[in-house]
């Protein structure tokens, strides 16, 4: 009896939401939409700034990468979690949990750092316009987009390191759609005392330092905004920064309570909810809200379309 106690785990059973023969359809197809429409709106503005010269910004550059991690981020999950709705065996085996863990850690902490490399970009072009295409020039986005793929590289192997180096000697069932860190560590044989702090940790510097910079930038862009002695200059420049606000608020809230709550034993039934939010109802928004609220993509728009005017 000892022994099979102690037997490690090989495989985990990620139990997912609910299963219900009749309402599984109706889930399977509403993810299944909304994962075609994150595709297929991330794709087409990754087109349309990749097409129109007009768009060739930093600040567009910035977008279409954001853009690609999103629609990275949501394939790392999503279409397991089809496969698993409409199958009755939903195992994944523990090399396969490790990876898709990493993965979605890389892509999740290198968004993470986008969202404040994009308030620097805003920054310098609203704060220092003269300089802002000497400042922004395209090996210096490049740099800064390469220190945020170093910053998902790092995080995300402190989070799996950790998590995994644990021992999962059963049970083996995951309370979510995913691998995702803080439900895995639920089902450890061992004291999580160390992973808990290390995730503190290691959250602070991936989520909280990142967004500190946002809020002192946009400290520093309002208080030249309202040096703007136009009130139709200062409603353009607070409009150009409304559309990143929002999408960062929408992604670091939910990433704070999952990931910077030590035994979030509480999270246990939220956990799945706010994971959806971060992981794909983000991923919807982000280009509805960067293109809705933008003329430049409208017009890229209609002359994909050929109803646009060419540029003077």
């Known amino acids: 009896m000892q022994e099979l106690n102690q037997s490690t785990v090989t495989e985990f059973i990620l139990m997912g939401f609910a299963s219900n023969p009749r309402t599984n359809p109706l889930l399977f197809t509403?993810?299944?939409?909304?994962?075609?429409?994150?595709?297929?709106?991330?794709s087409l503005l990754i087109t349309l700034i990749h097409q129109d010269t007009r768009l060739h910004t930093?600040?567009?550059?910035?977008?279409?990468?954001?853009?690609?991690?999103?629609?990275?981020?949501?394939?790392?999950?999503?279409?397991?979690?089809?496969?698993?709705?409409?199958?009755?065996?939903?195992?994944?085996s523990f090399a396969r949990c490790v990876a898709?863990?990493?993965?979605?850690?890389?892509?999740?902490?290198?968004?993470?750092?986008?969202?404040?490399?994009?308030?620097v970009d805003r920054y310098v072009a609203i704060c220092h316009p003269l300089w802002y295409k000497v400042i922004m020039g395209p090996w210096v986005c490049l740099l800064m987009v390469g220190i945020c793929a170093a910053y998902g590289v790092v995080g995300g192997l402190c989070f799996t390191f950790f998590a995994m180096r644990l021992s999962y000697c059963g049970p083996n069932e995951i309370d979510h759609y995913f691998c995702e860190v803080p439900a895995v560590l639920k089902l450890a044989c061992e004291d999580t005392s160390l992973n808990d702090l290390v995730d503190f940790i290691t959250g602070f510097n991936v989520i909280v330092v990142p967004l500190s910079?946002?809020?002192?930038?946009?400290?520093?862009?309002?208080?030249?905004?309202?040096?703007?002695?136009?009130?139709?200059?200062?409603?353009?420049?607070?409009?150009?920064?409304?559309?990143?606000?929002?999408?960062?608020?929408?992604?670091?809230?939910?990433?704070?309570?999952?990931?910077?709550?030590?035994?979030?034993d509480s999270l246990s039934n939220s956990g799945k909810k706010m994971a959806l939010f971060y992981n794909i109802a983000t991923a919807f928004l982000n280009p509805v809200i960067y293109s809705l609220r933008n003329k430049d993509v409208k017009n890229a728009f209609l002359k994909l379309m050929g109803r646009g005017r060419a540029p003077e």
């Open 30 to 42: 509403f993810f299944l939409v909304f994962y075609l429409l994150i595709l297929v709106s991330n």
């Open 58 to 92: 930093p600040m567009y550059f910035f977008i279409s990468v954001l853009s690609m991690l999103d629609m990275c981020y949501t394939t790392t999950t999503v279409p397991q979690m089809l496969v698993h709705i409409l199958s009755k065996k939903r195992a994944i």
């Open 100 to 119: 898709q863990m990493y993965i979605f850690l890389l892509f999740g902490i290198t968004e993470s750092w986008l969202f404040s490399i994009m308030s």
């Open 213 to 264: 910079l946002i809020v002192l930038v946009y400290v520093n862009i309002f208080a030249t905004i309202m040096k703007i002695h136009s009130a139709q200059g200062r409603i353009k420049a607070f409009s150009t920064c409304a559309s990143h606000i929002t999408v960062v608020t929408m992604f670091a809230i939910p990433c704070i309570i999952m990931y910077m709550s030590p035994g979030s």
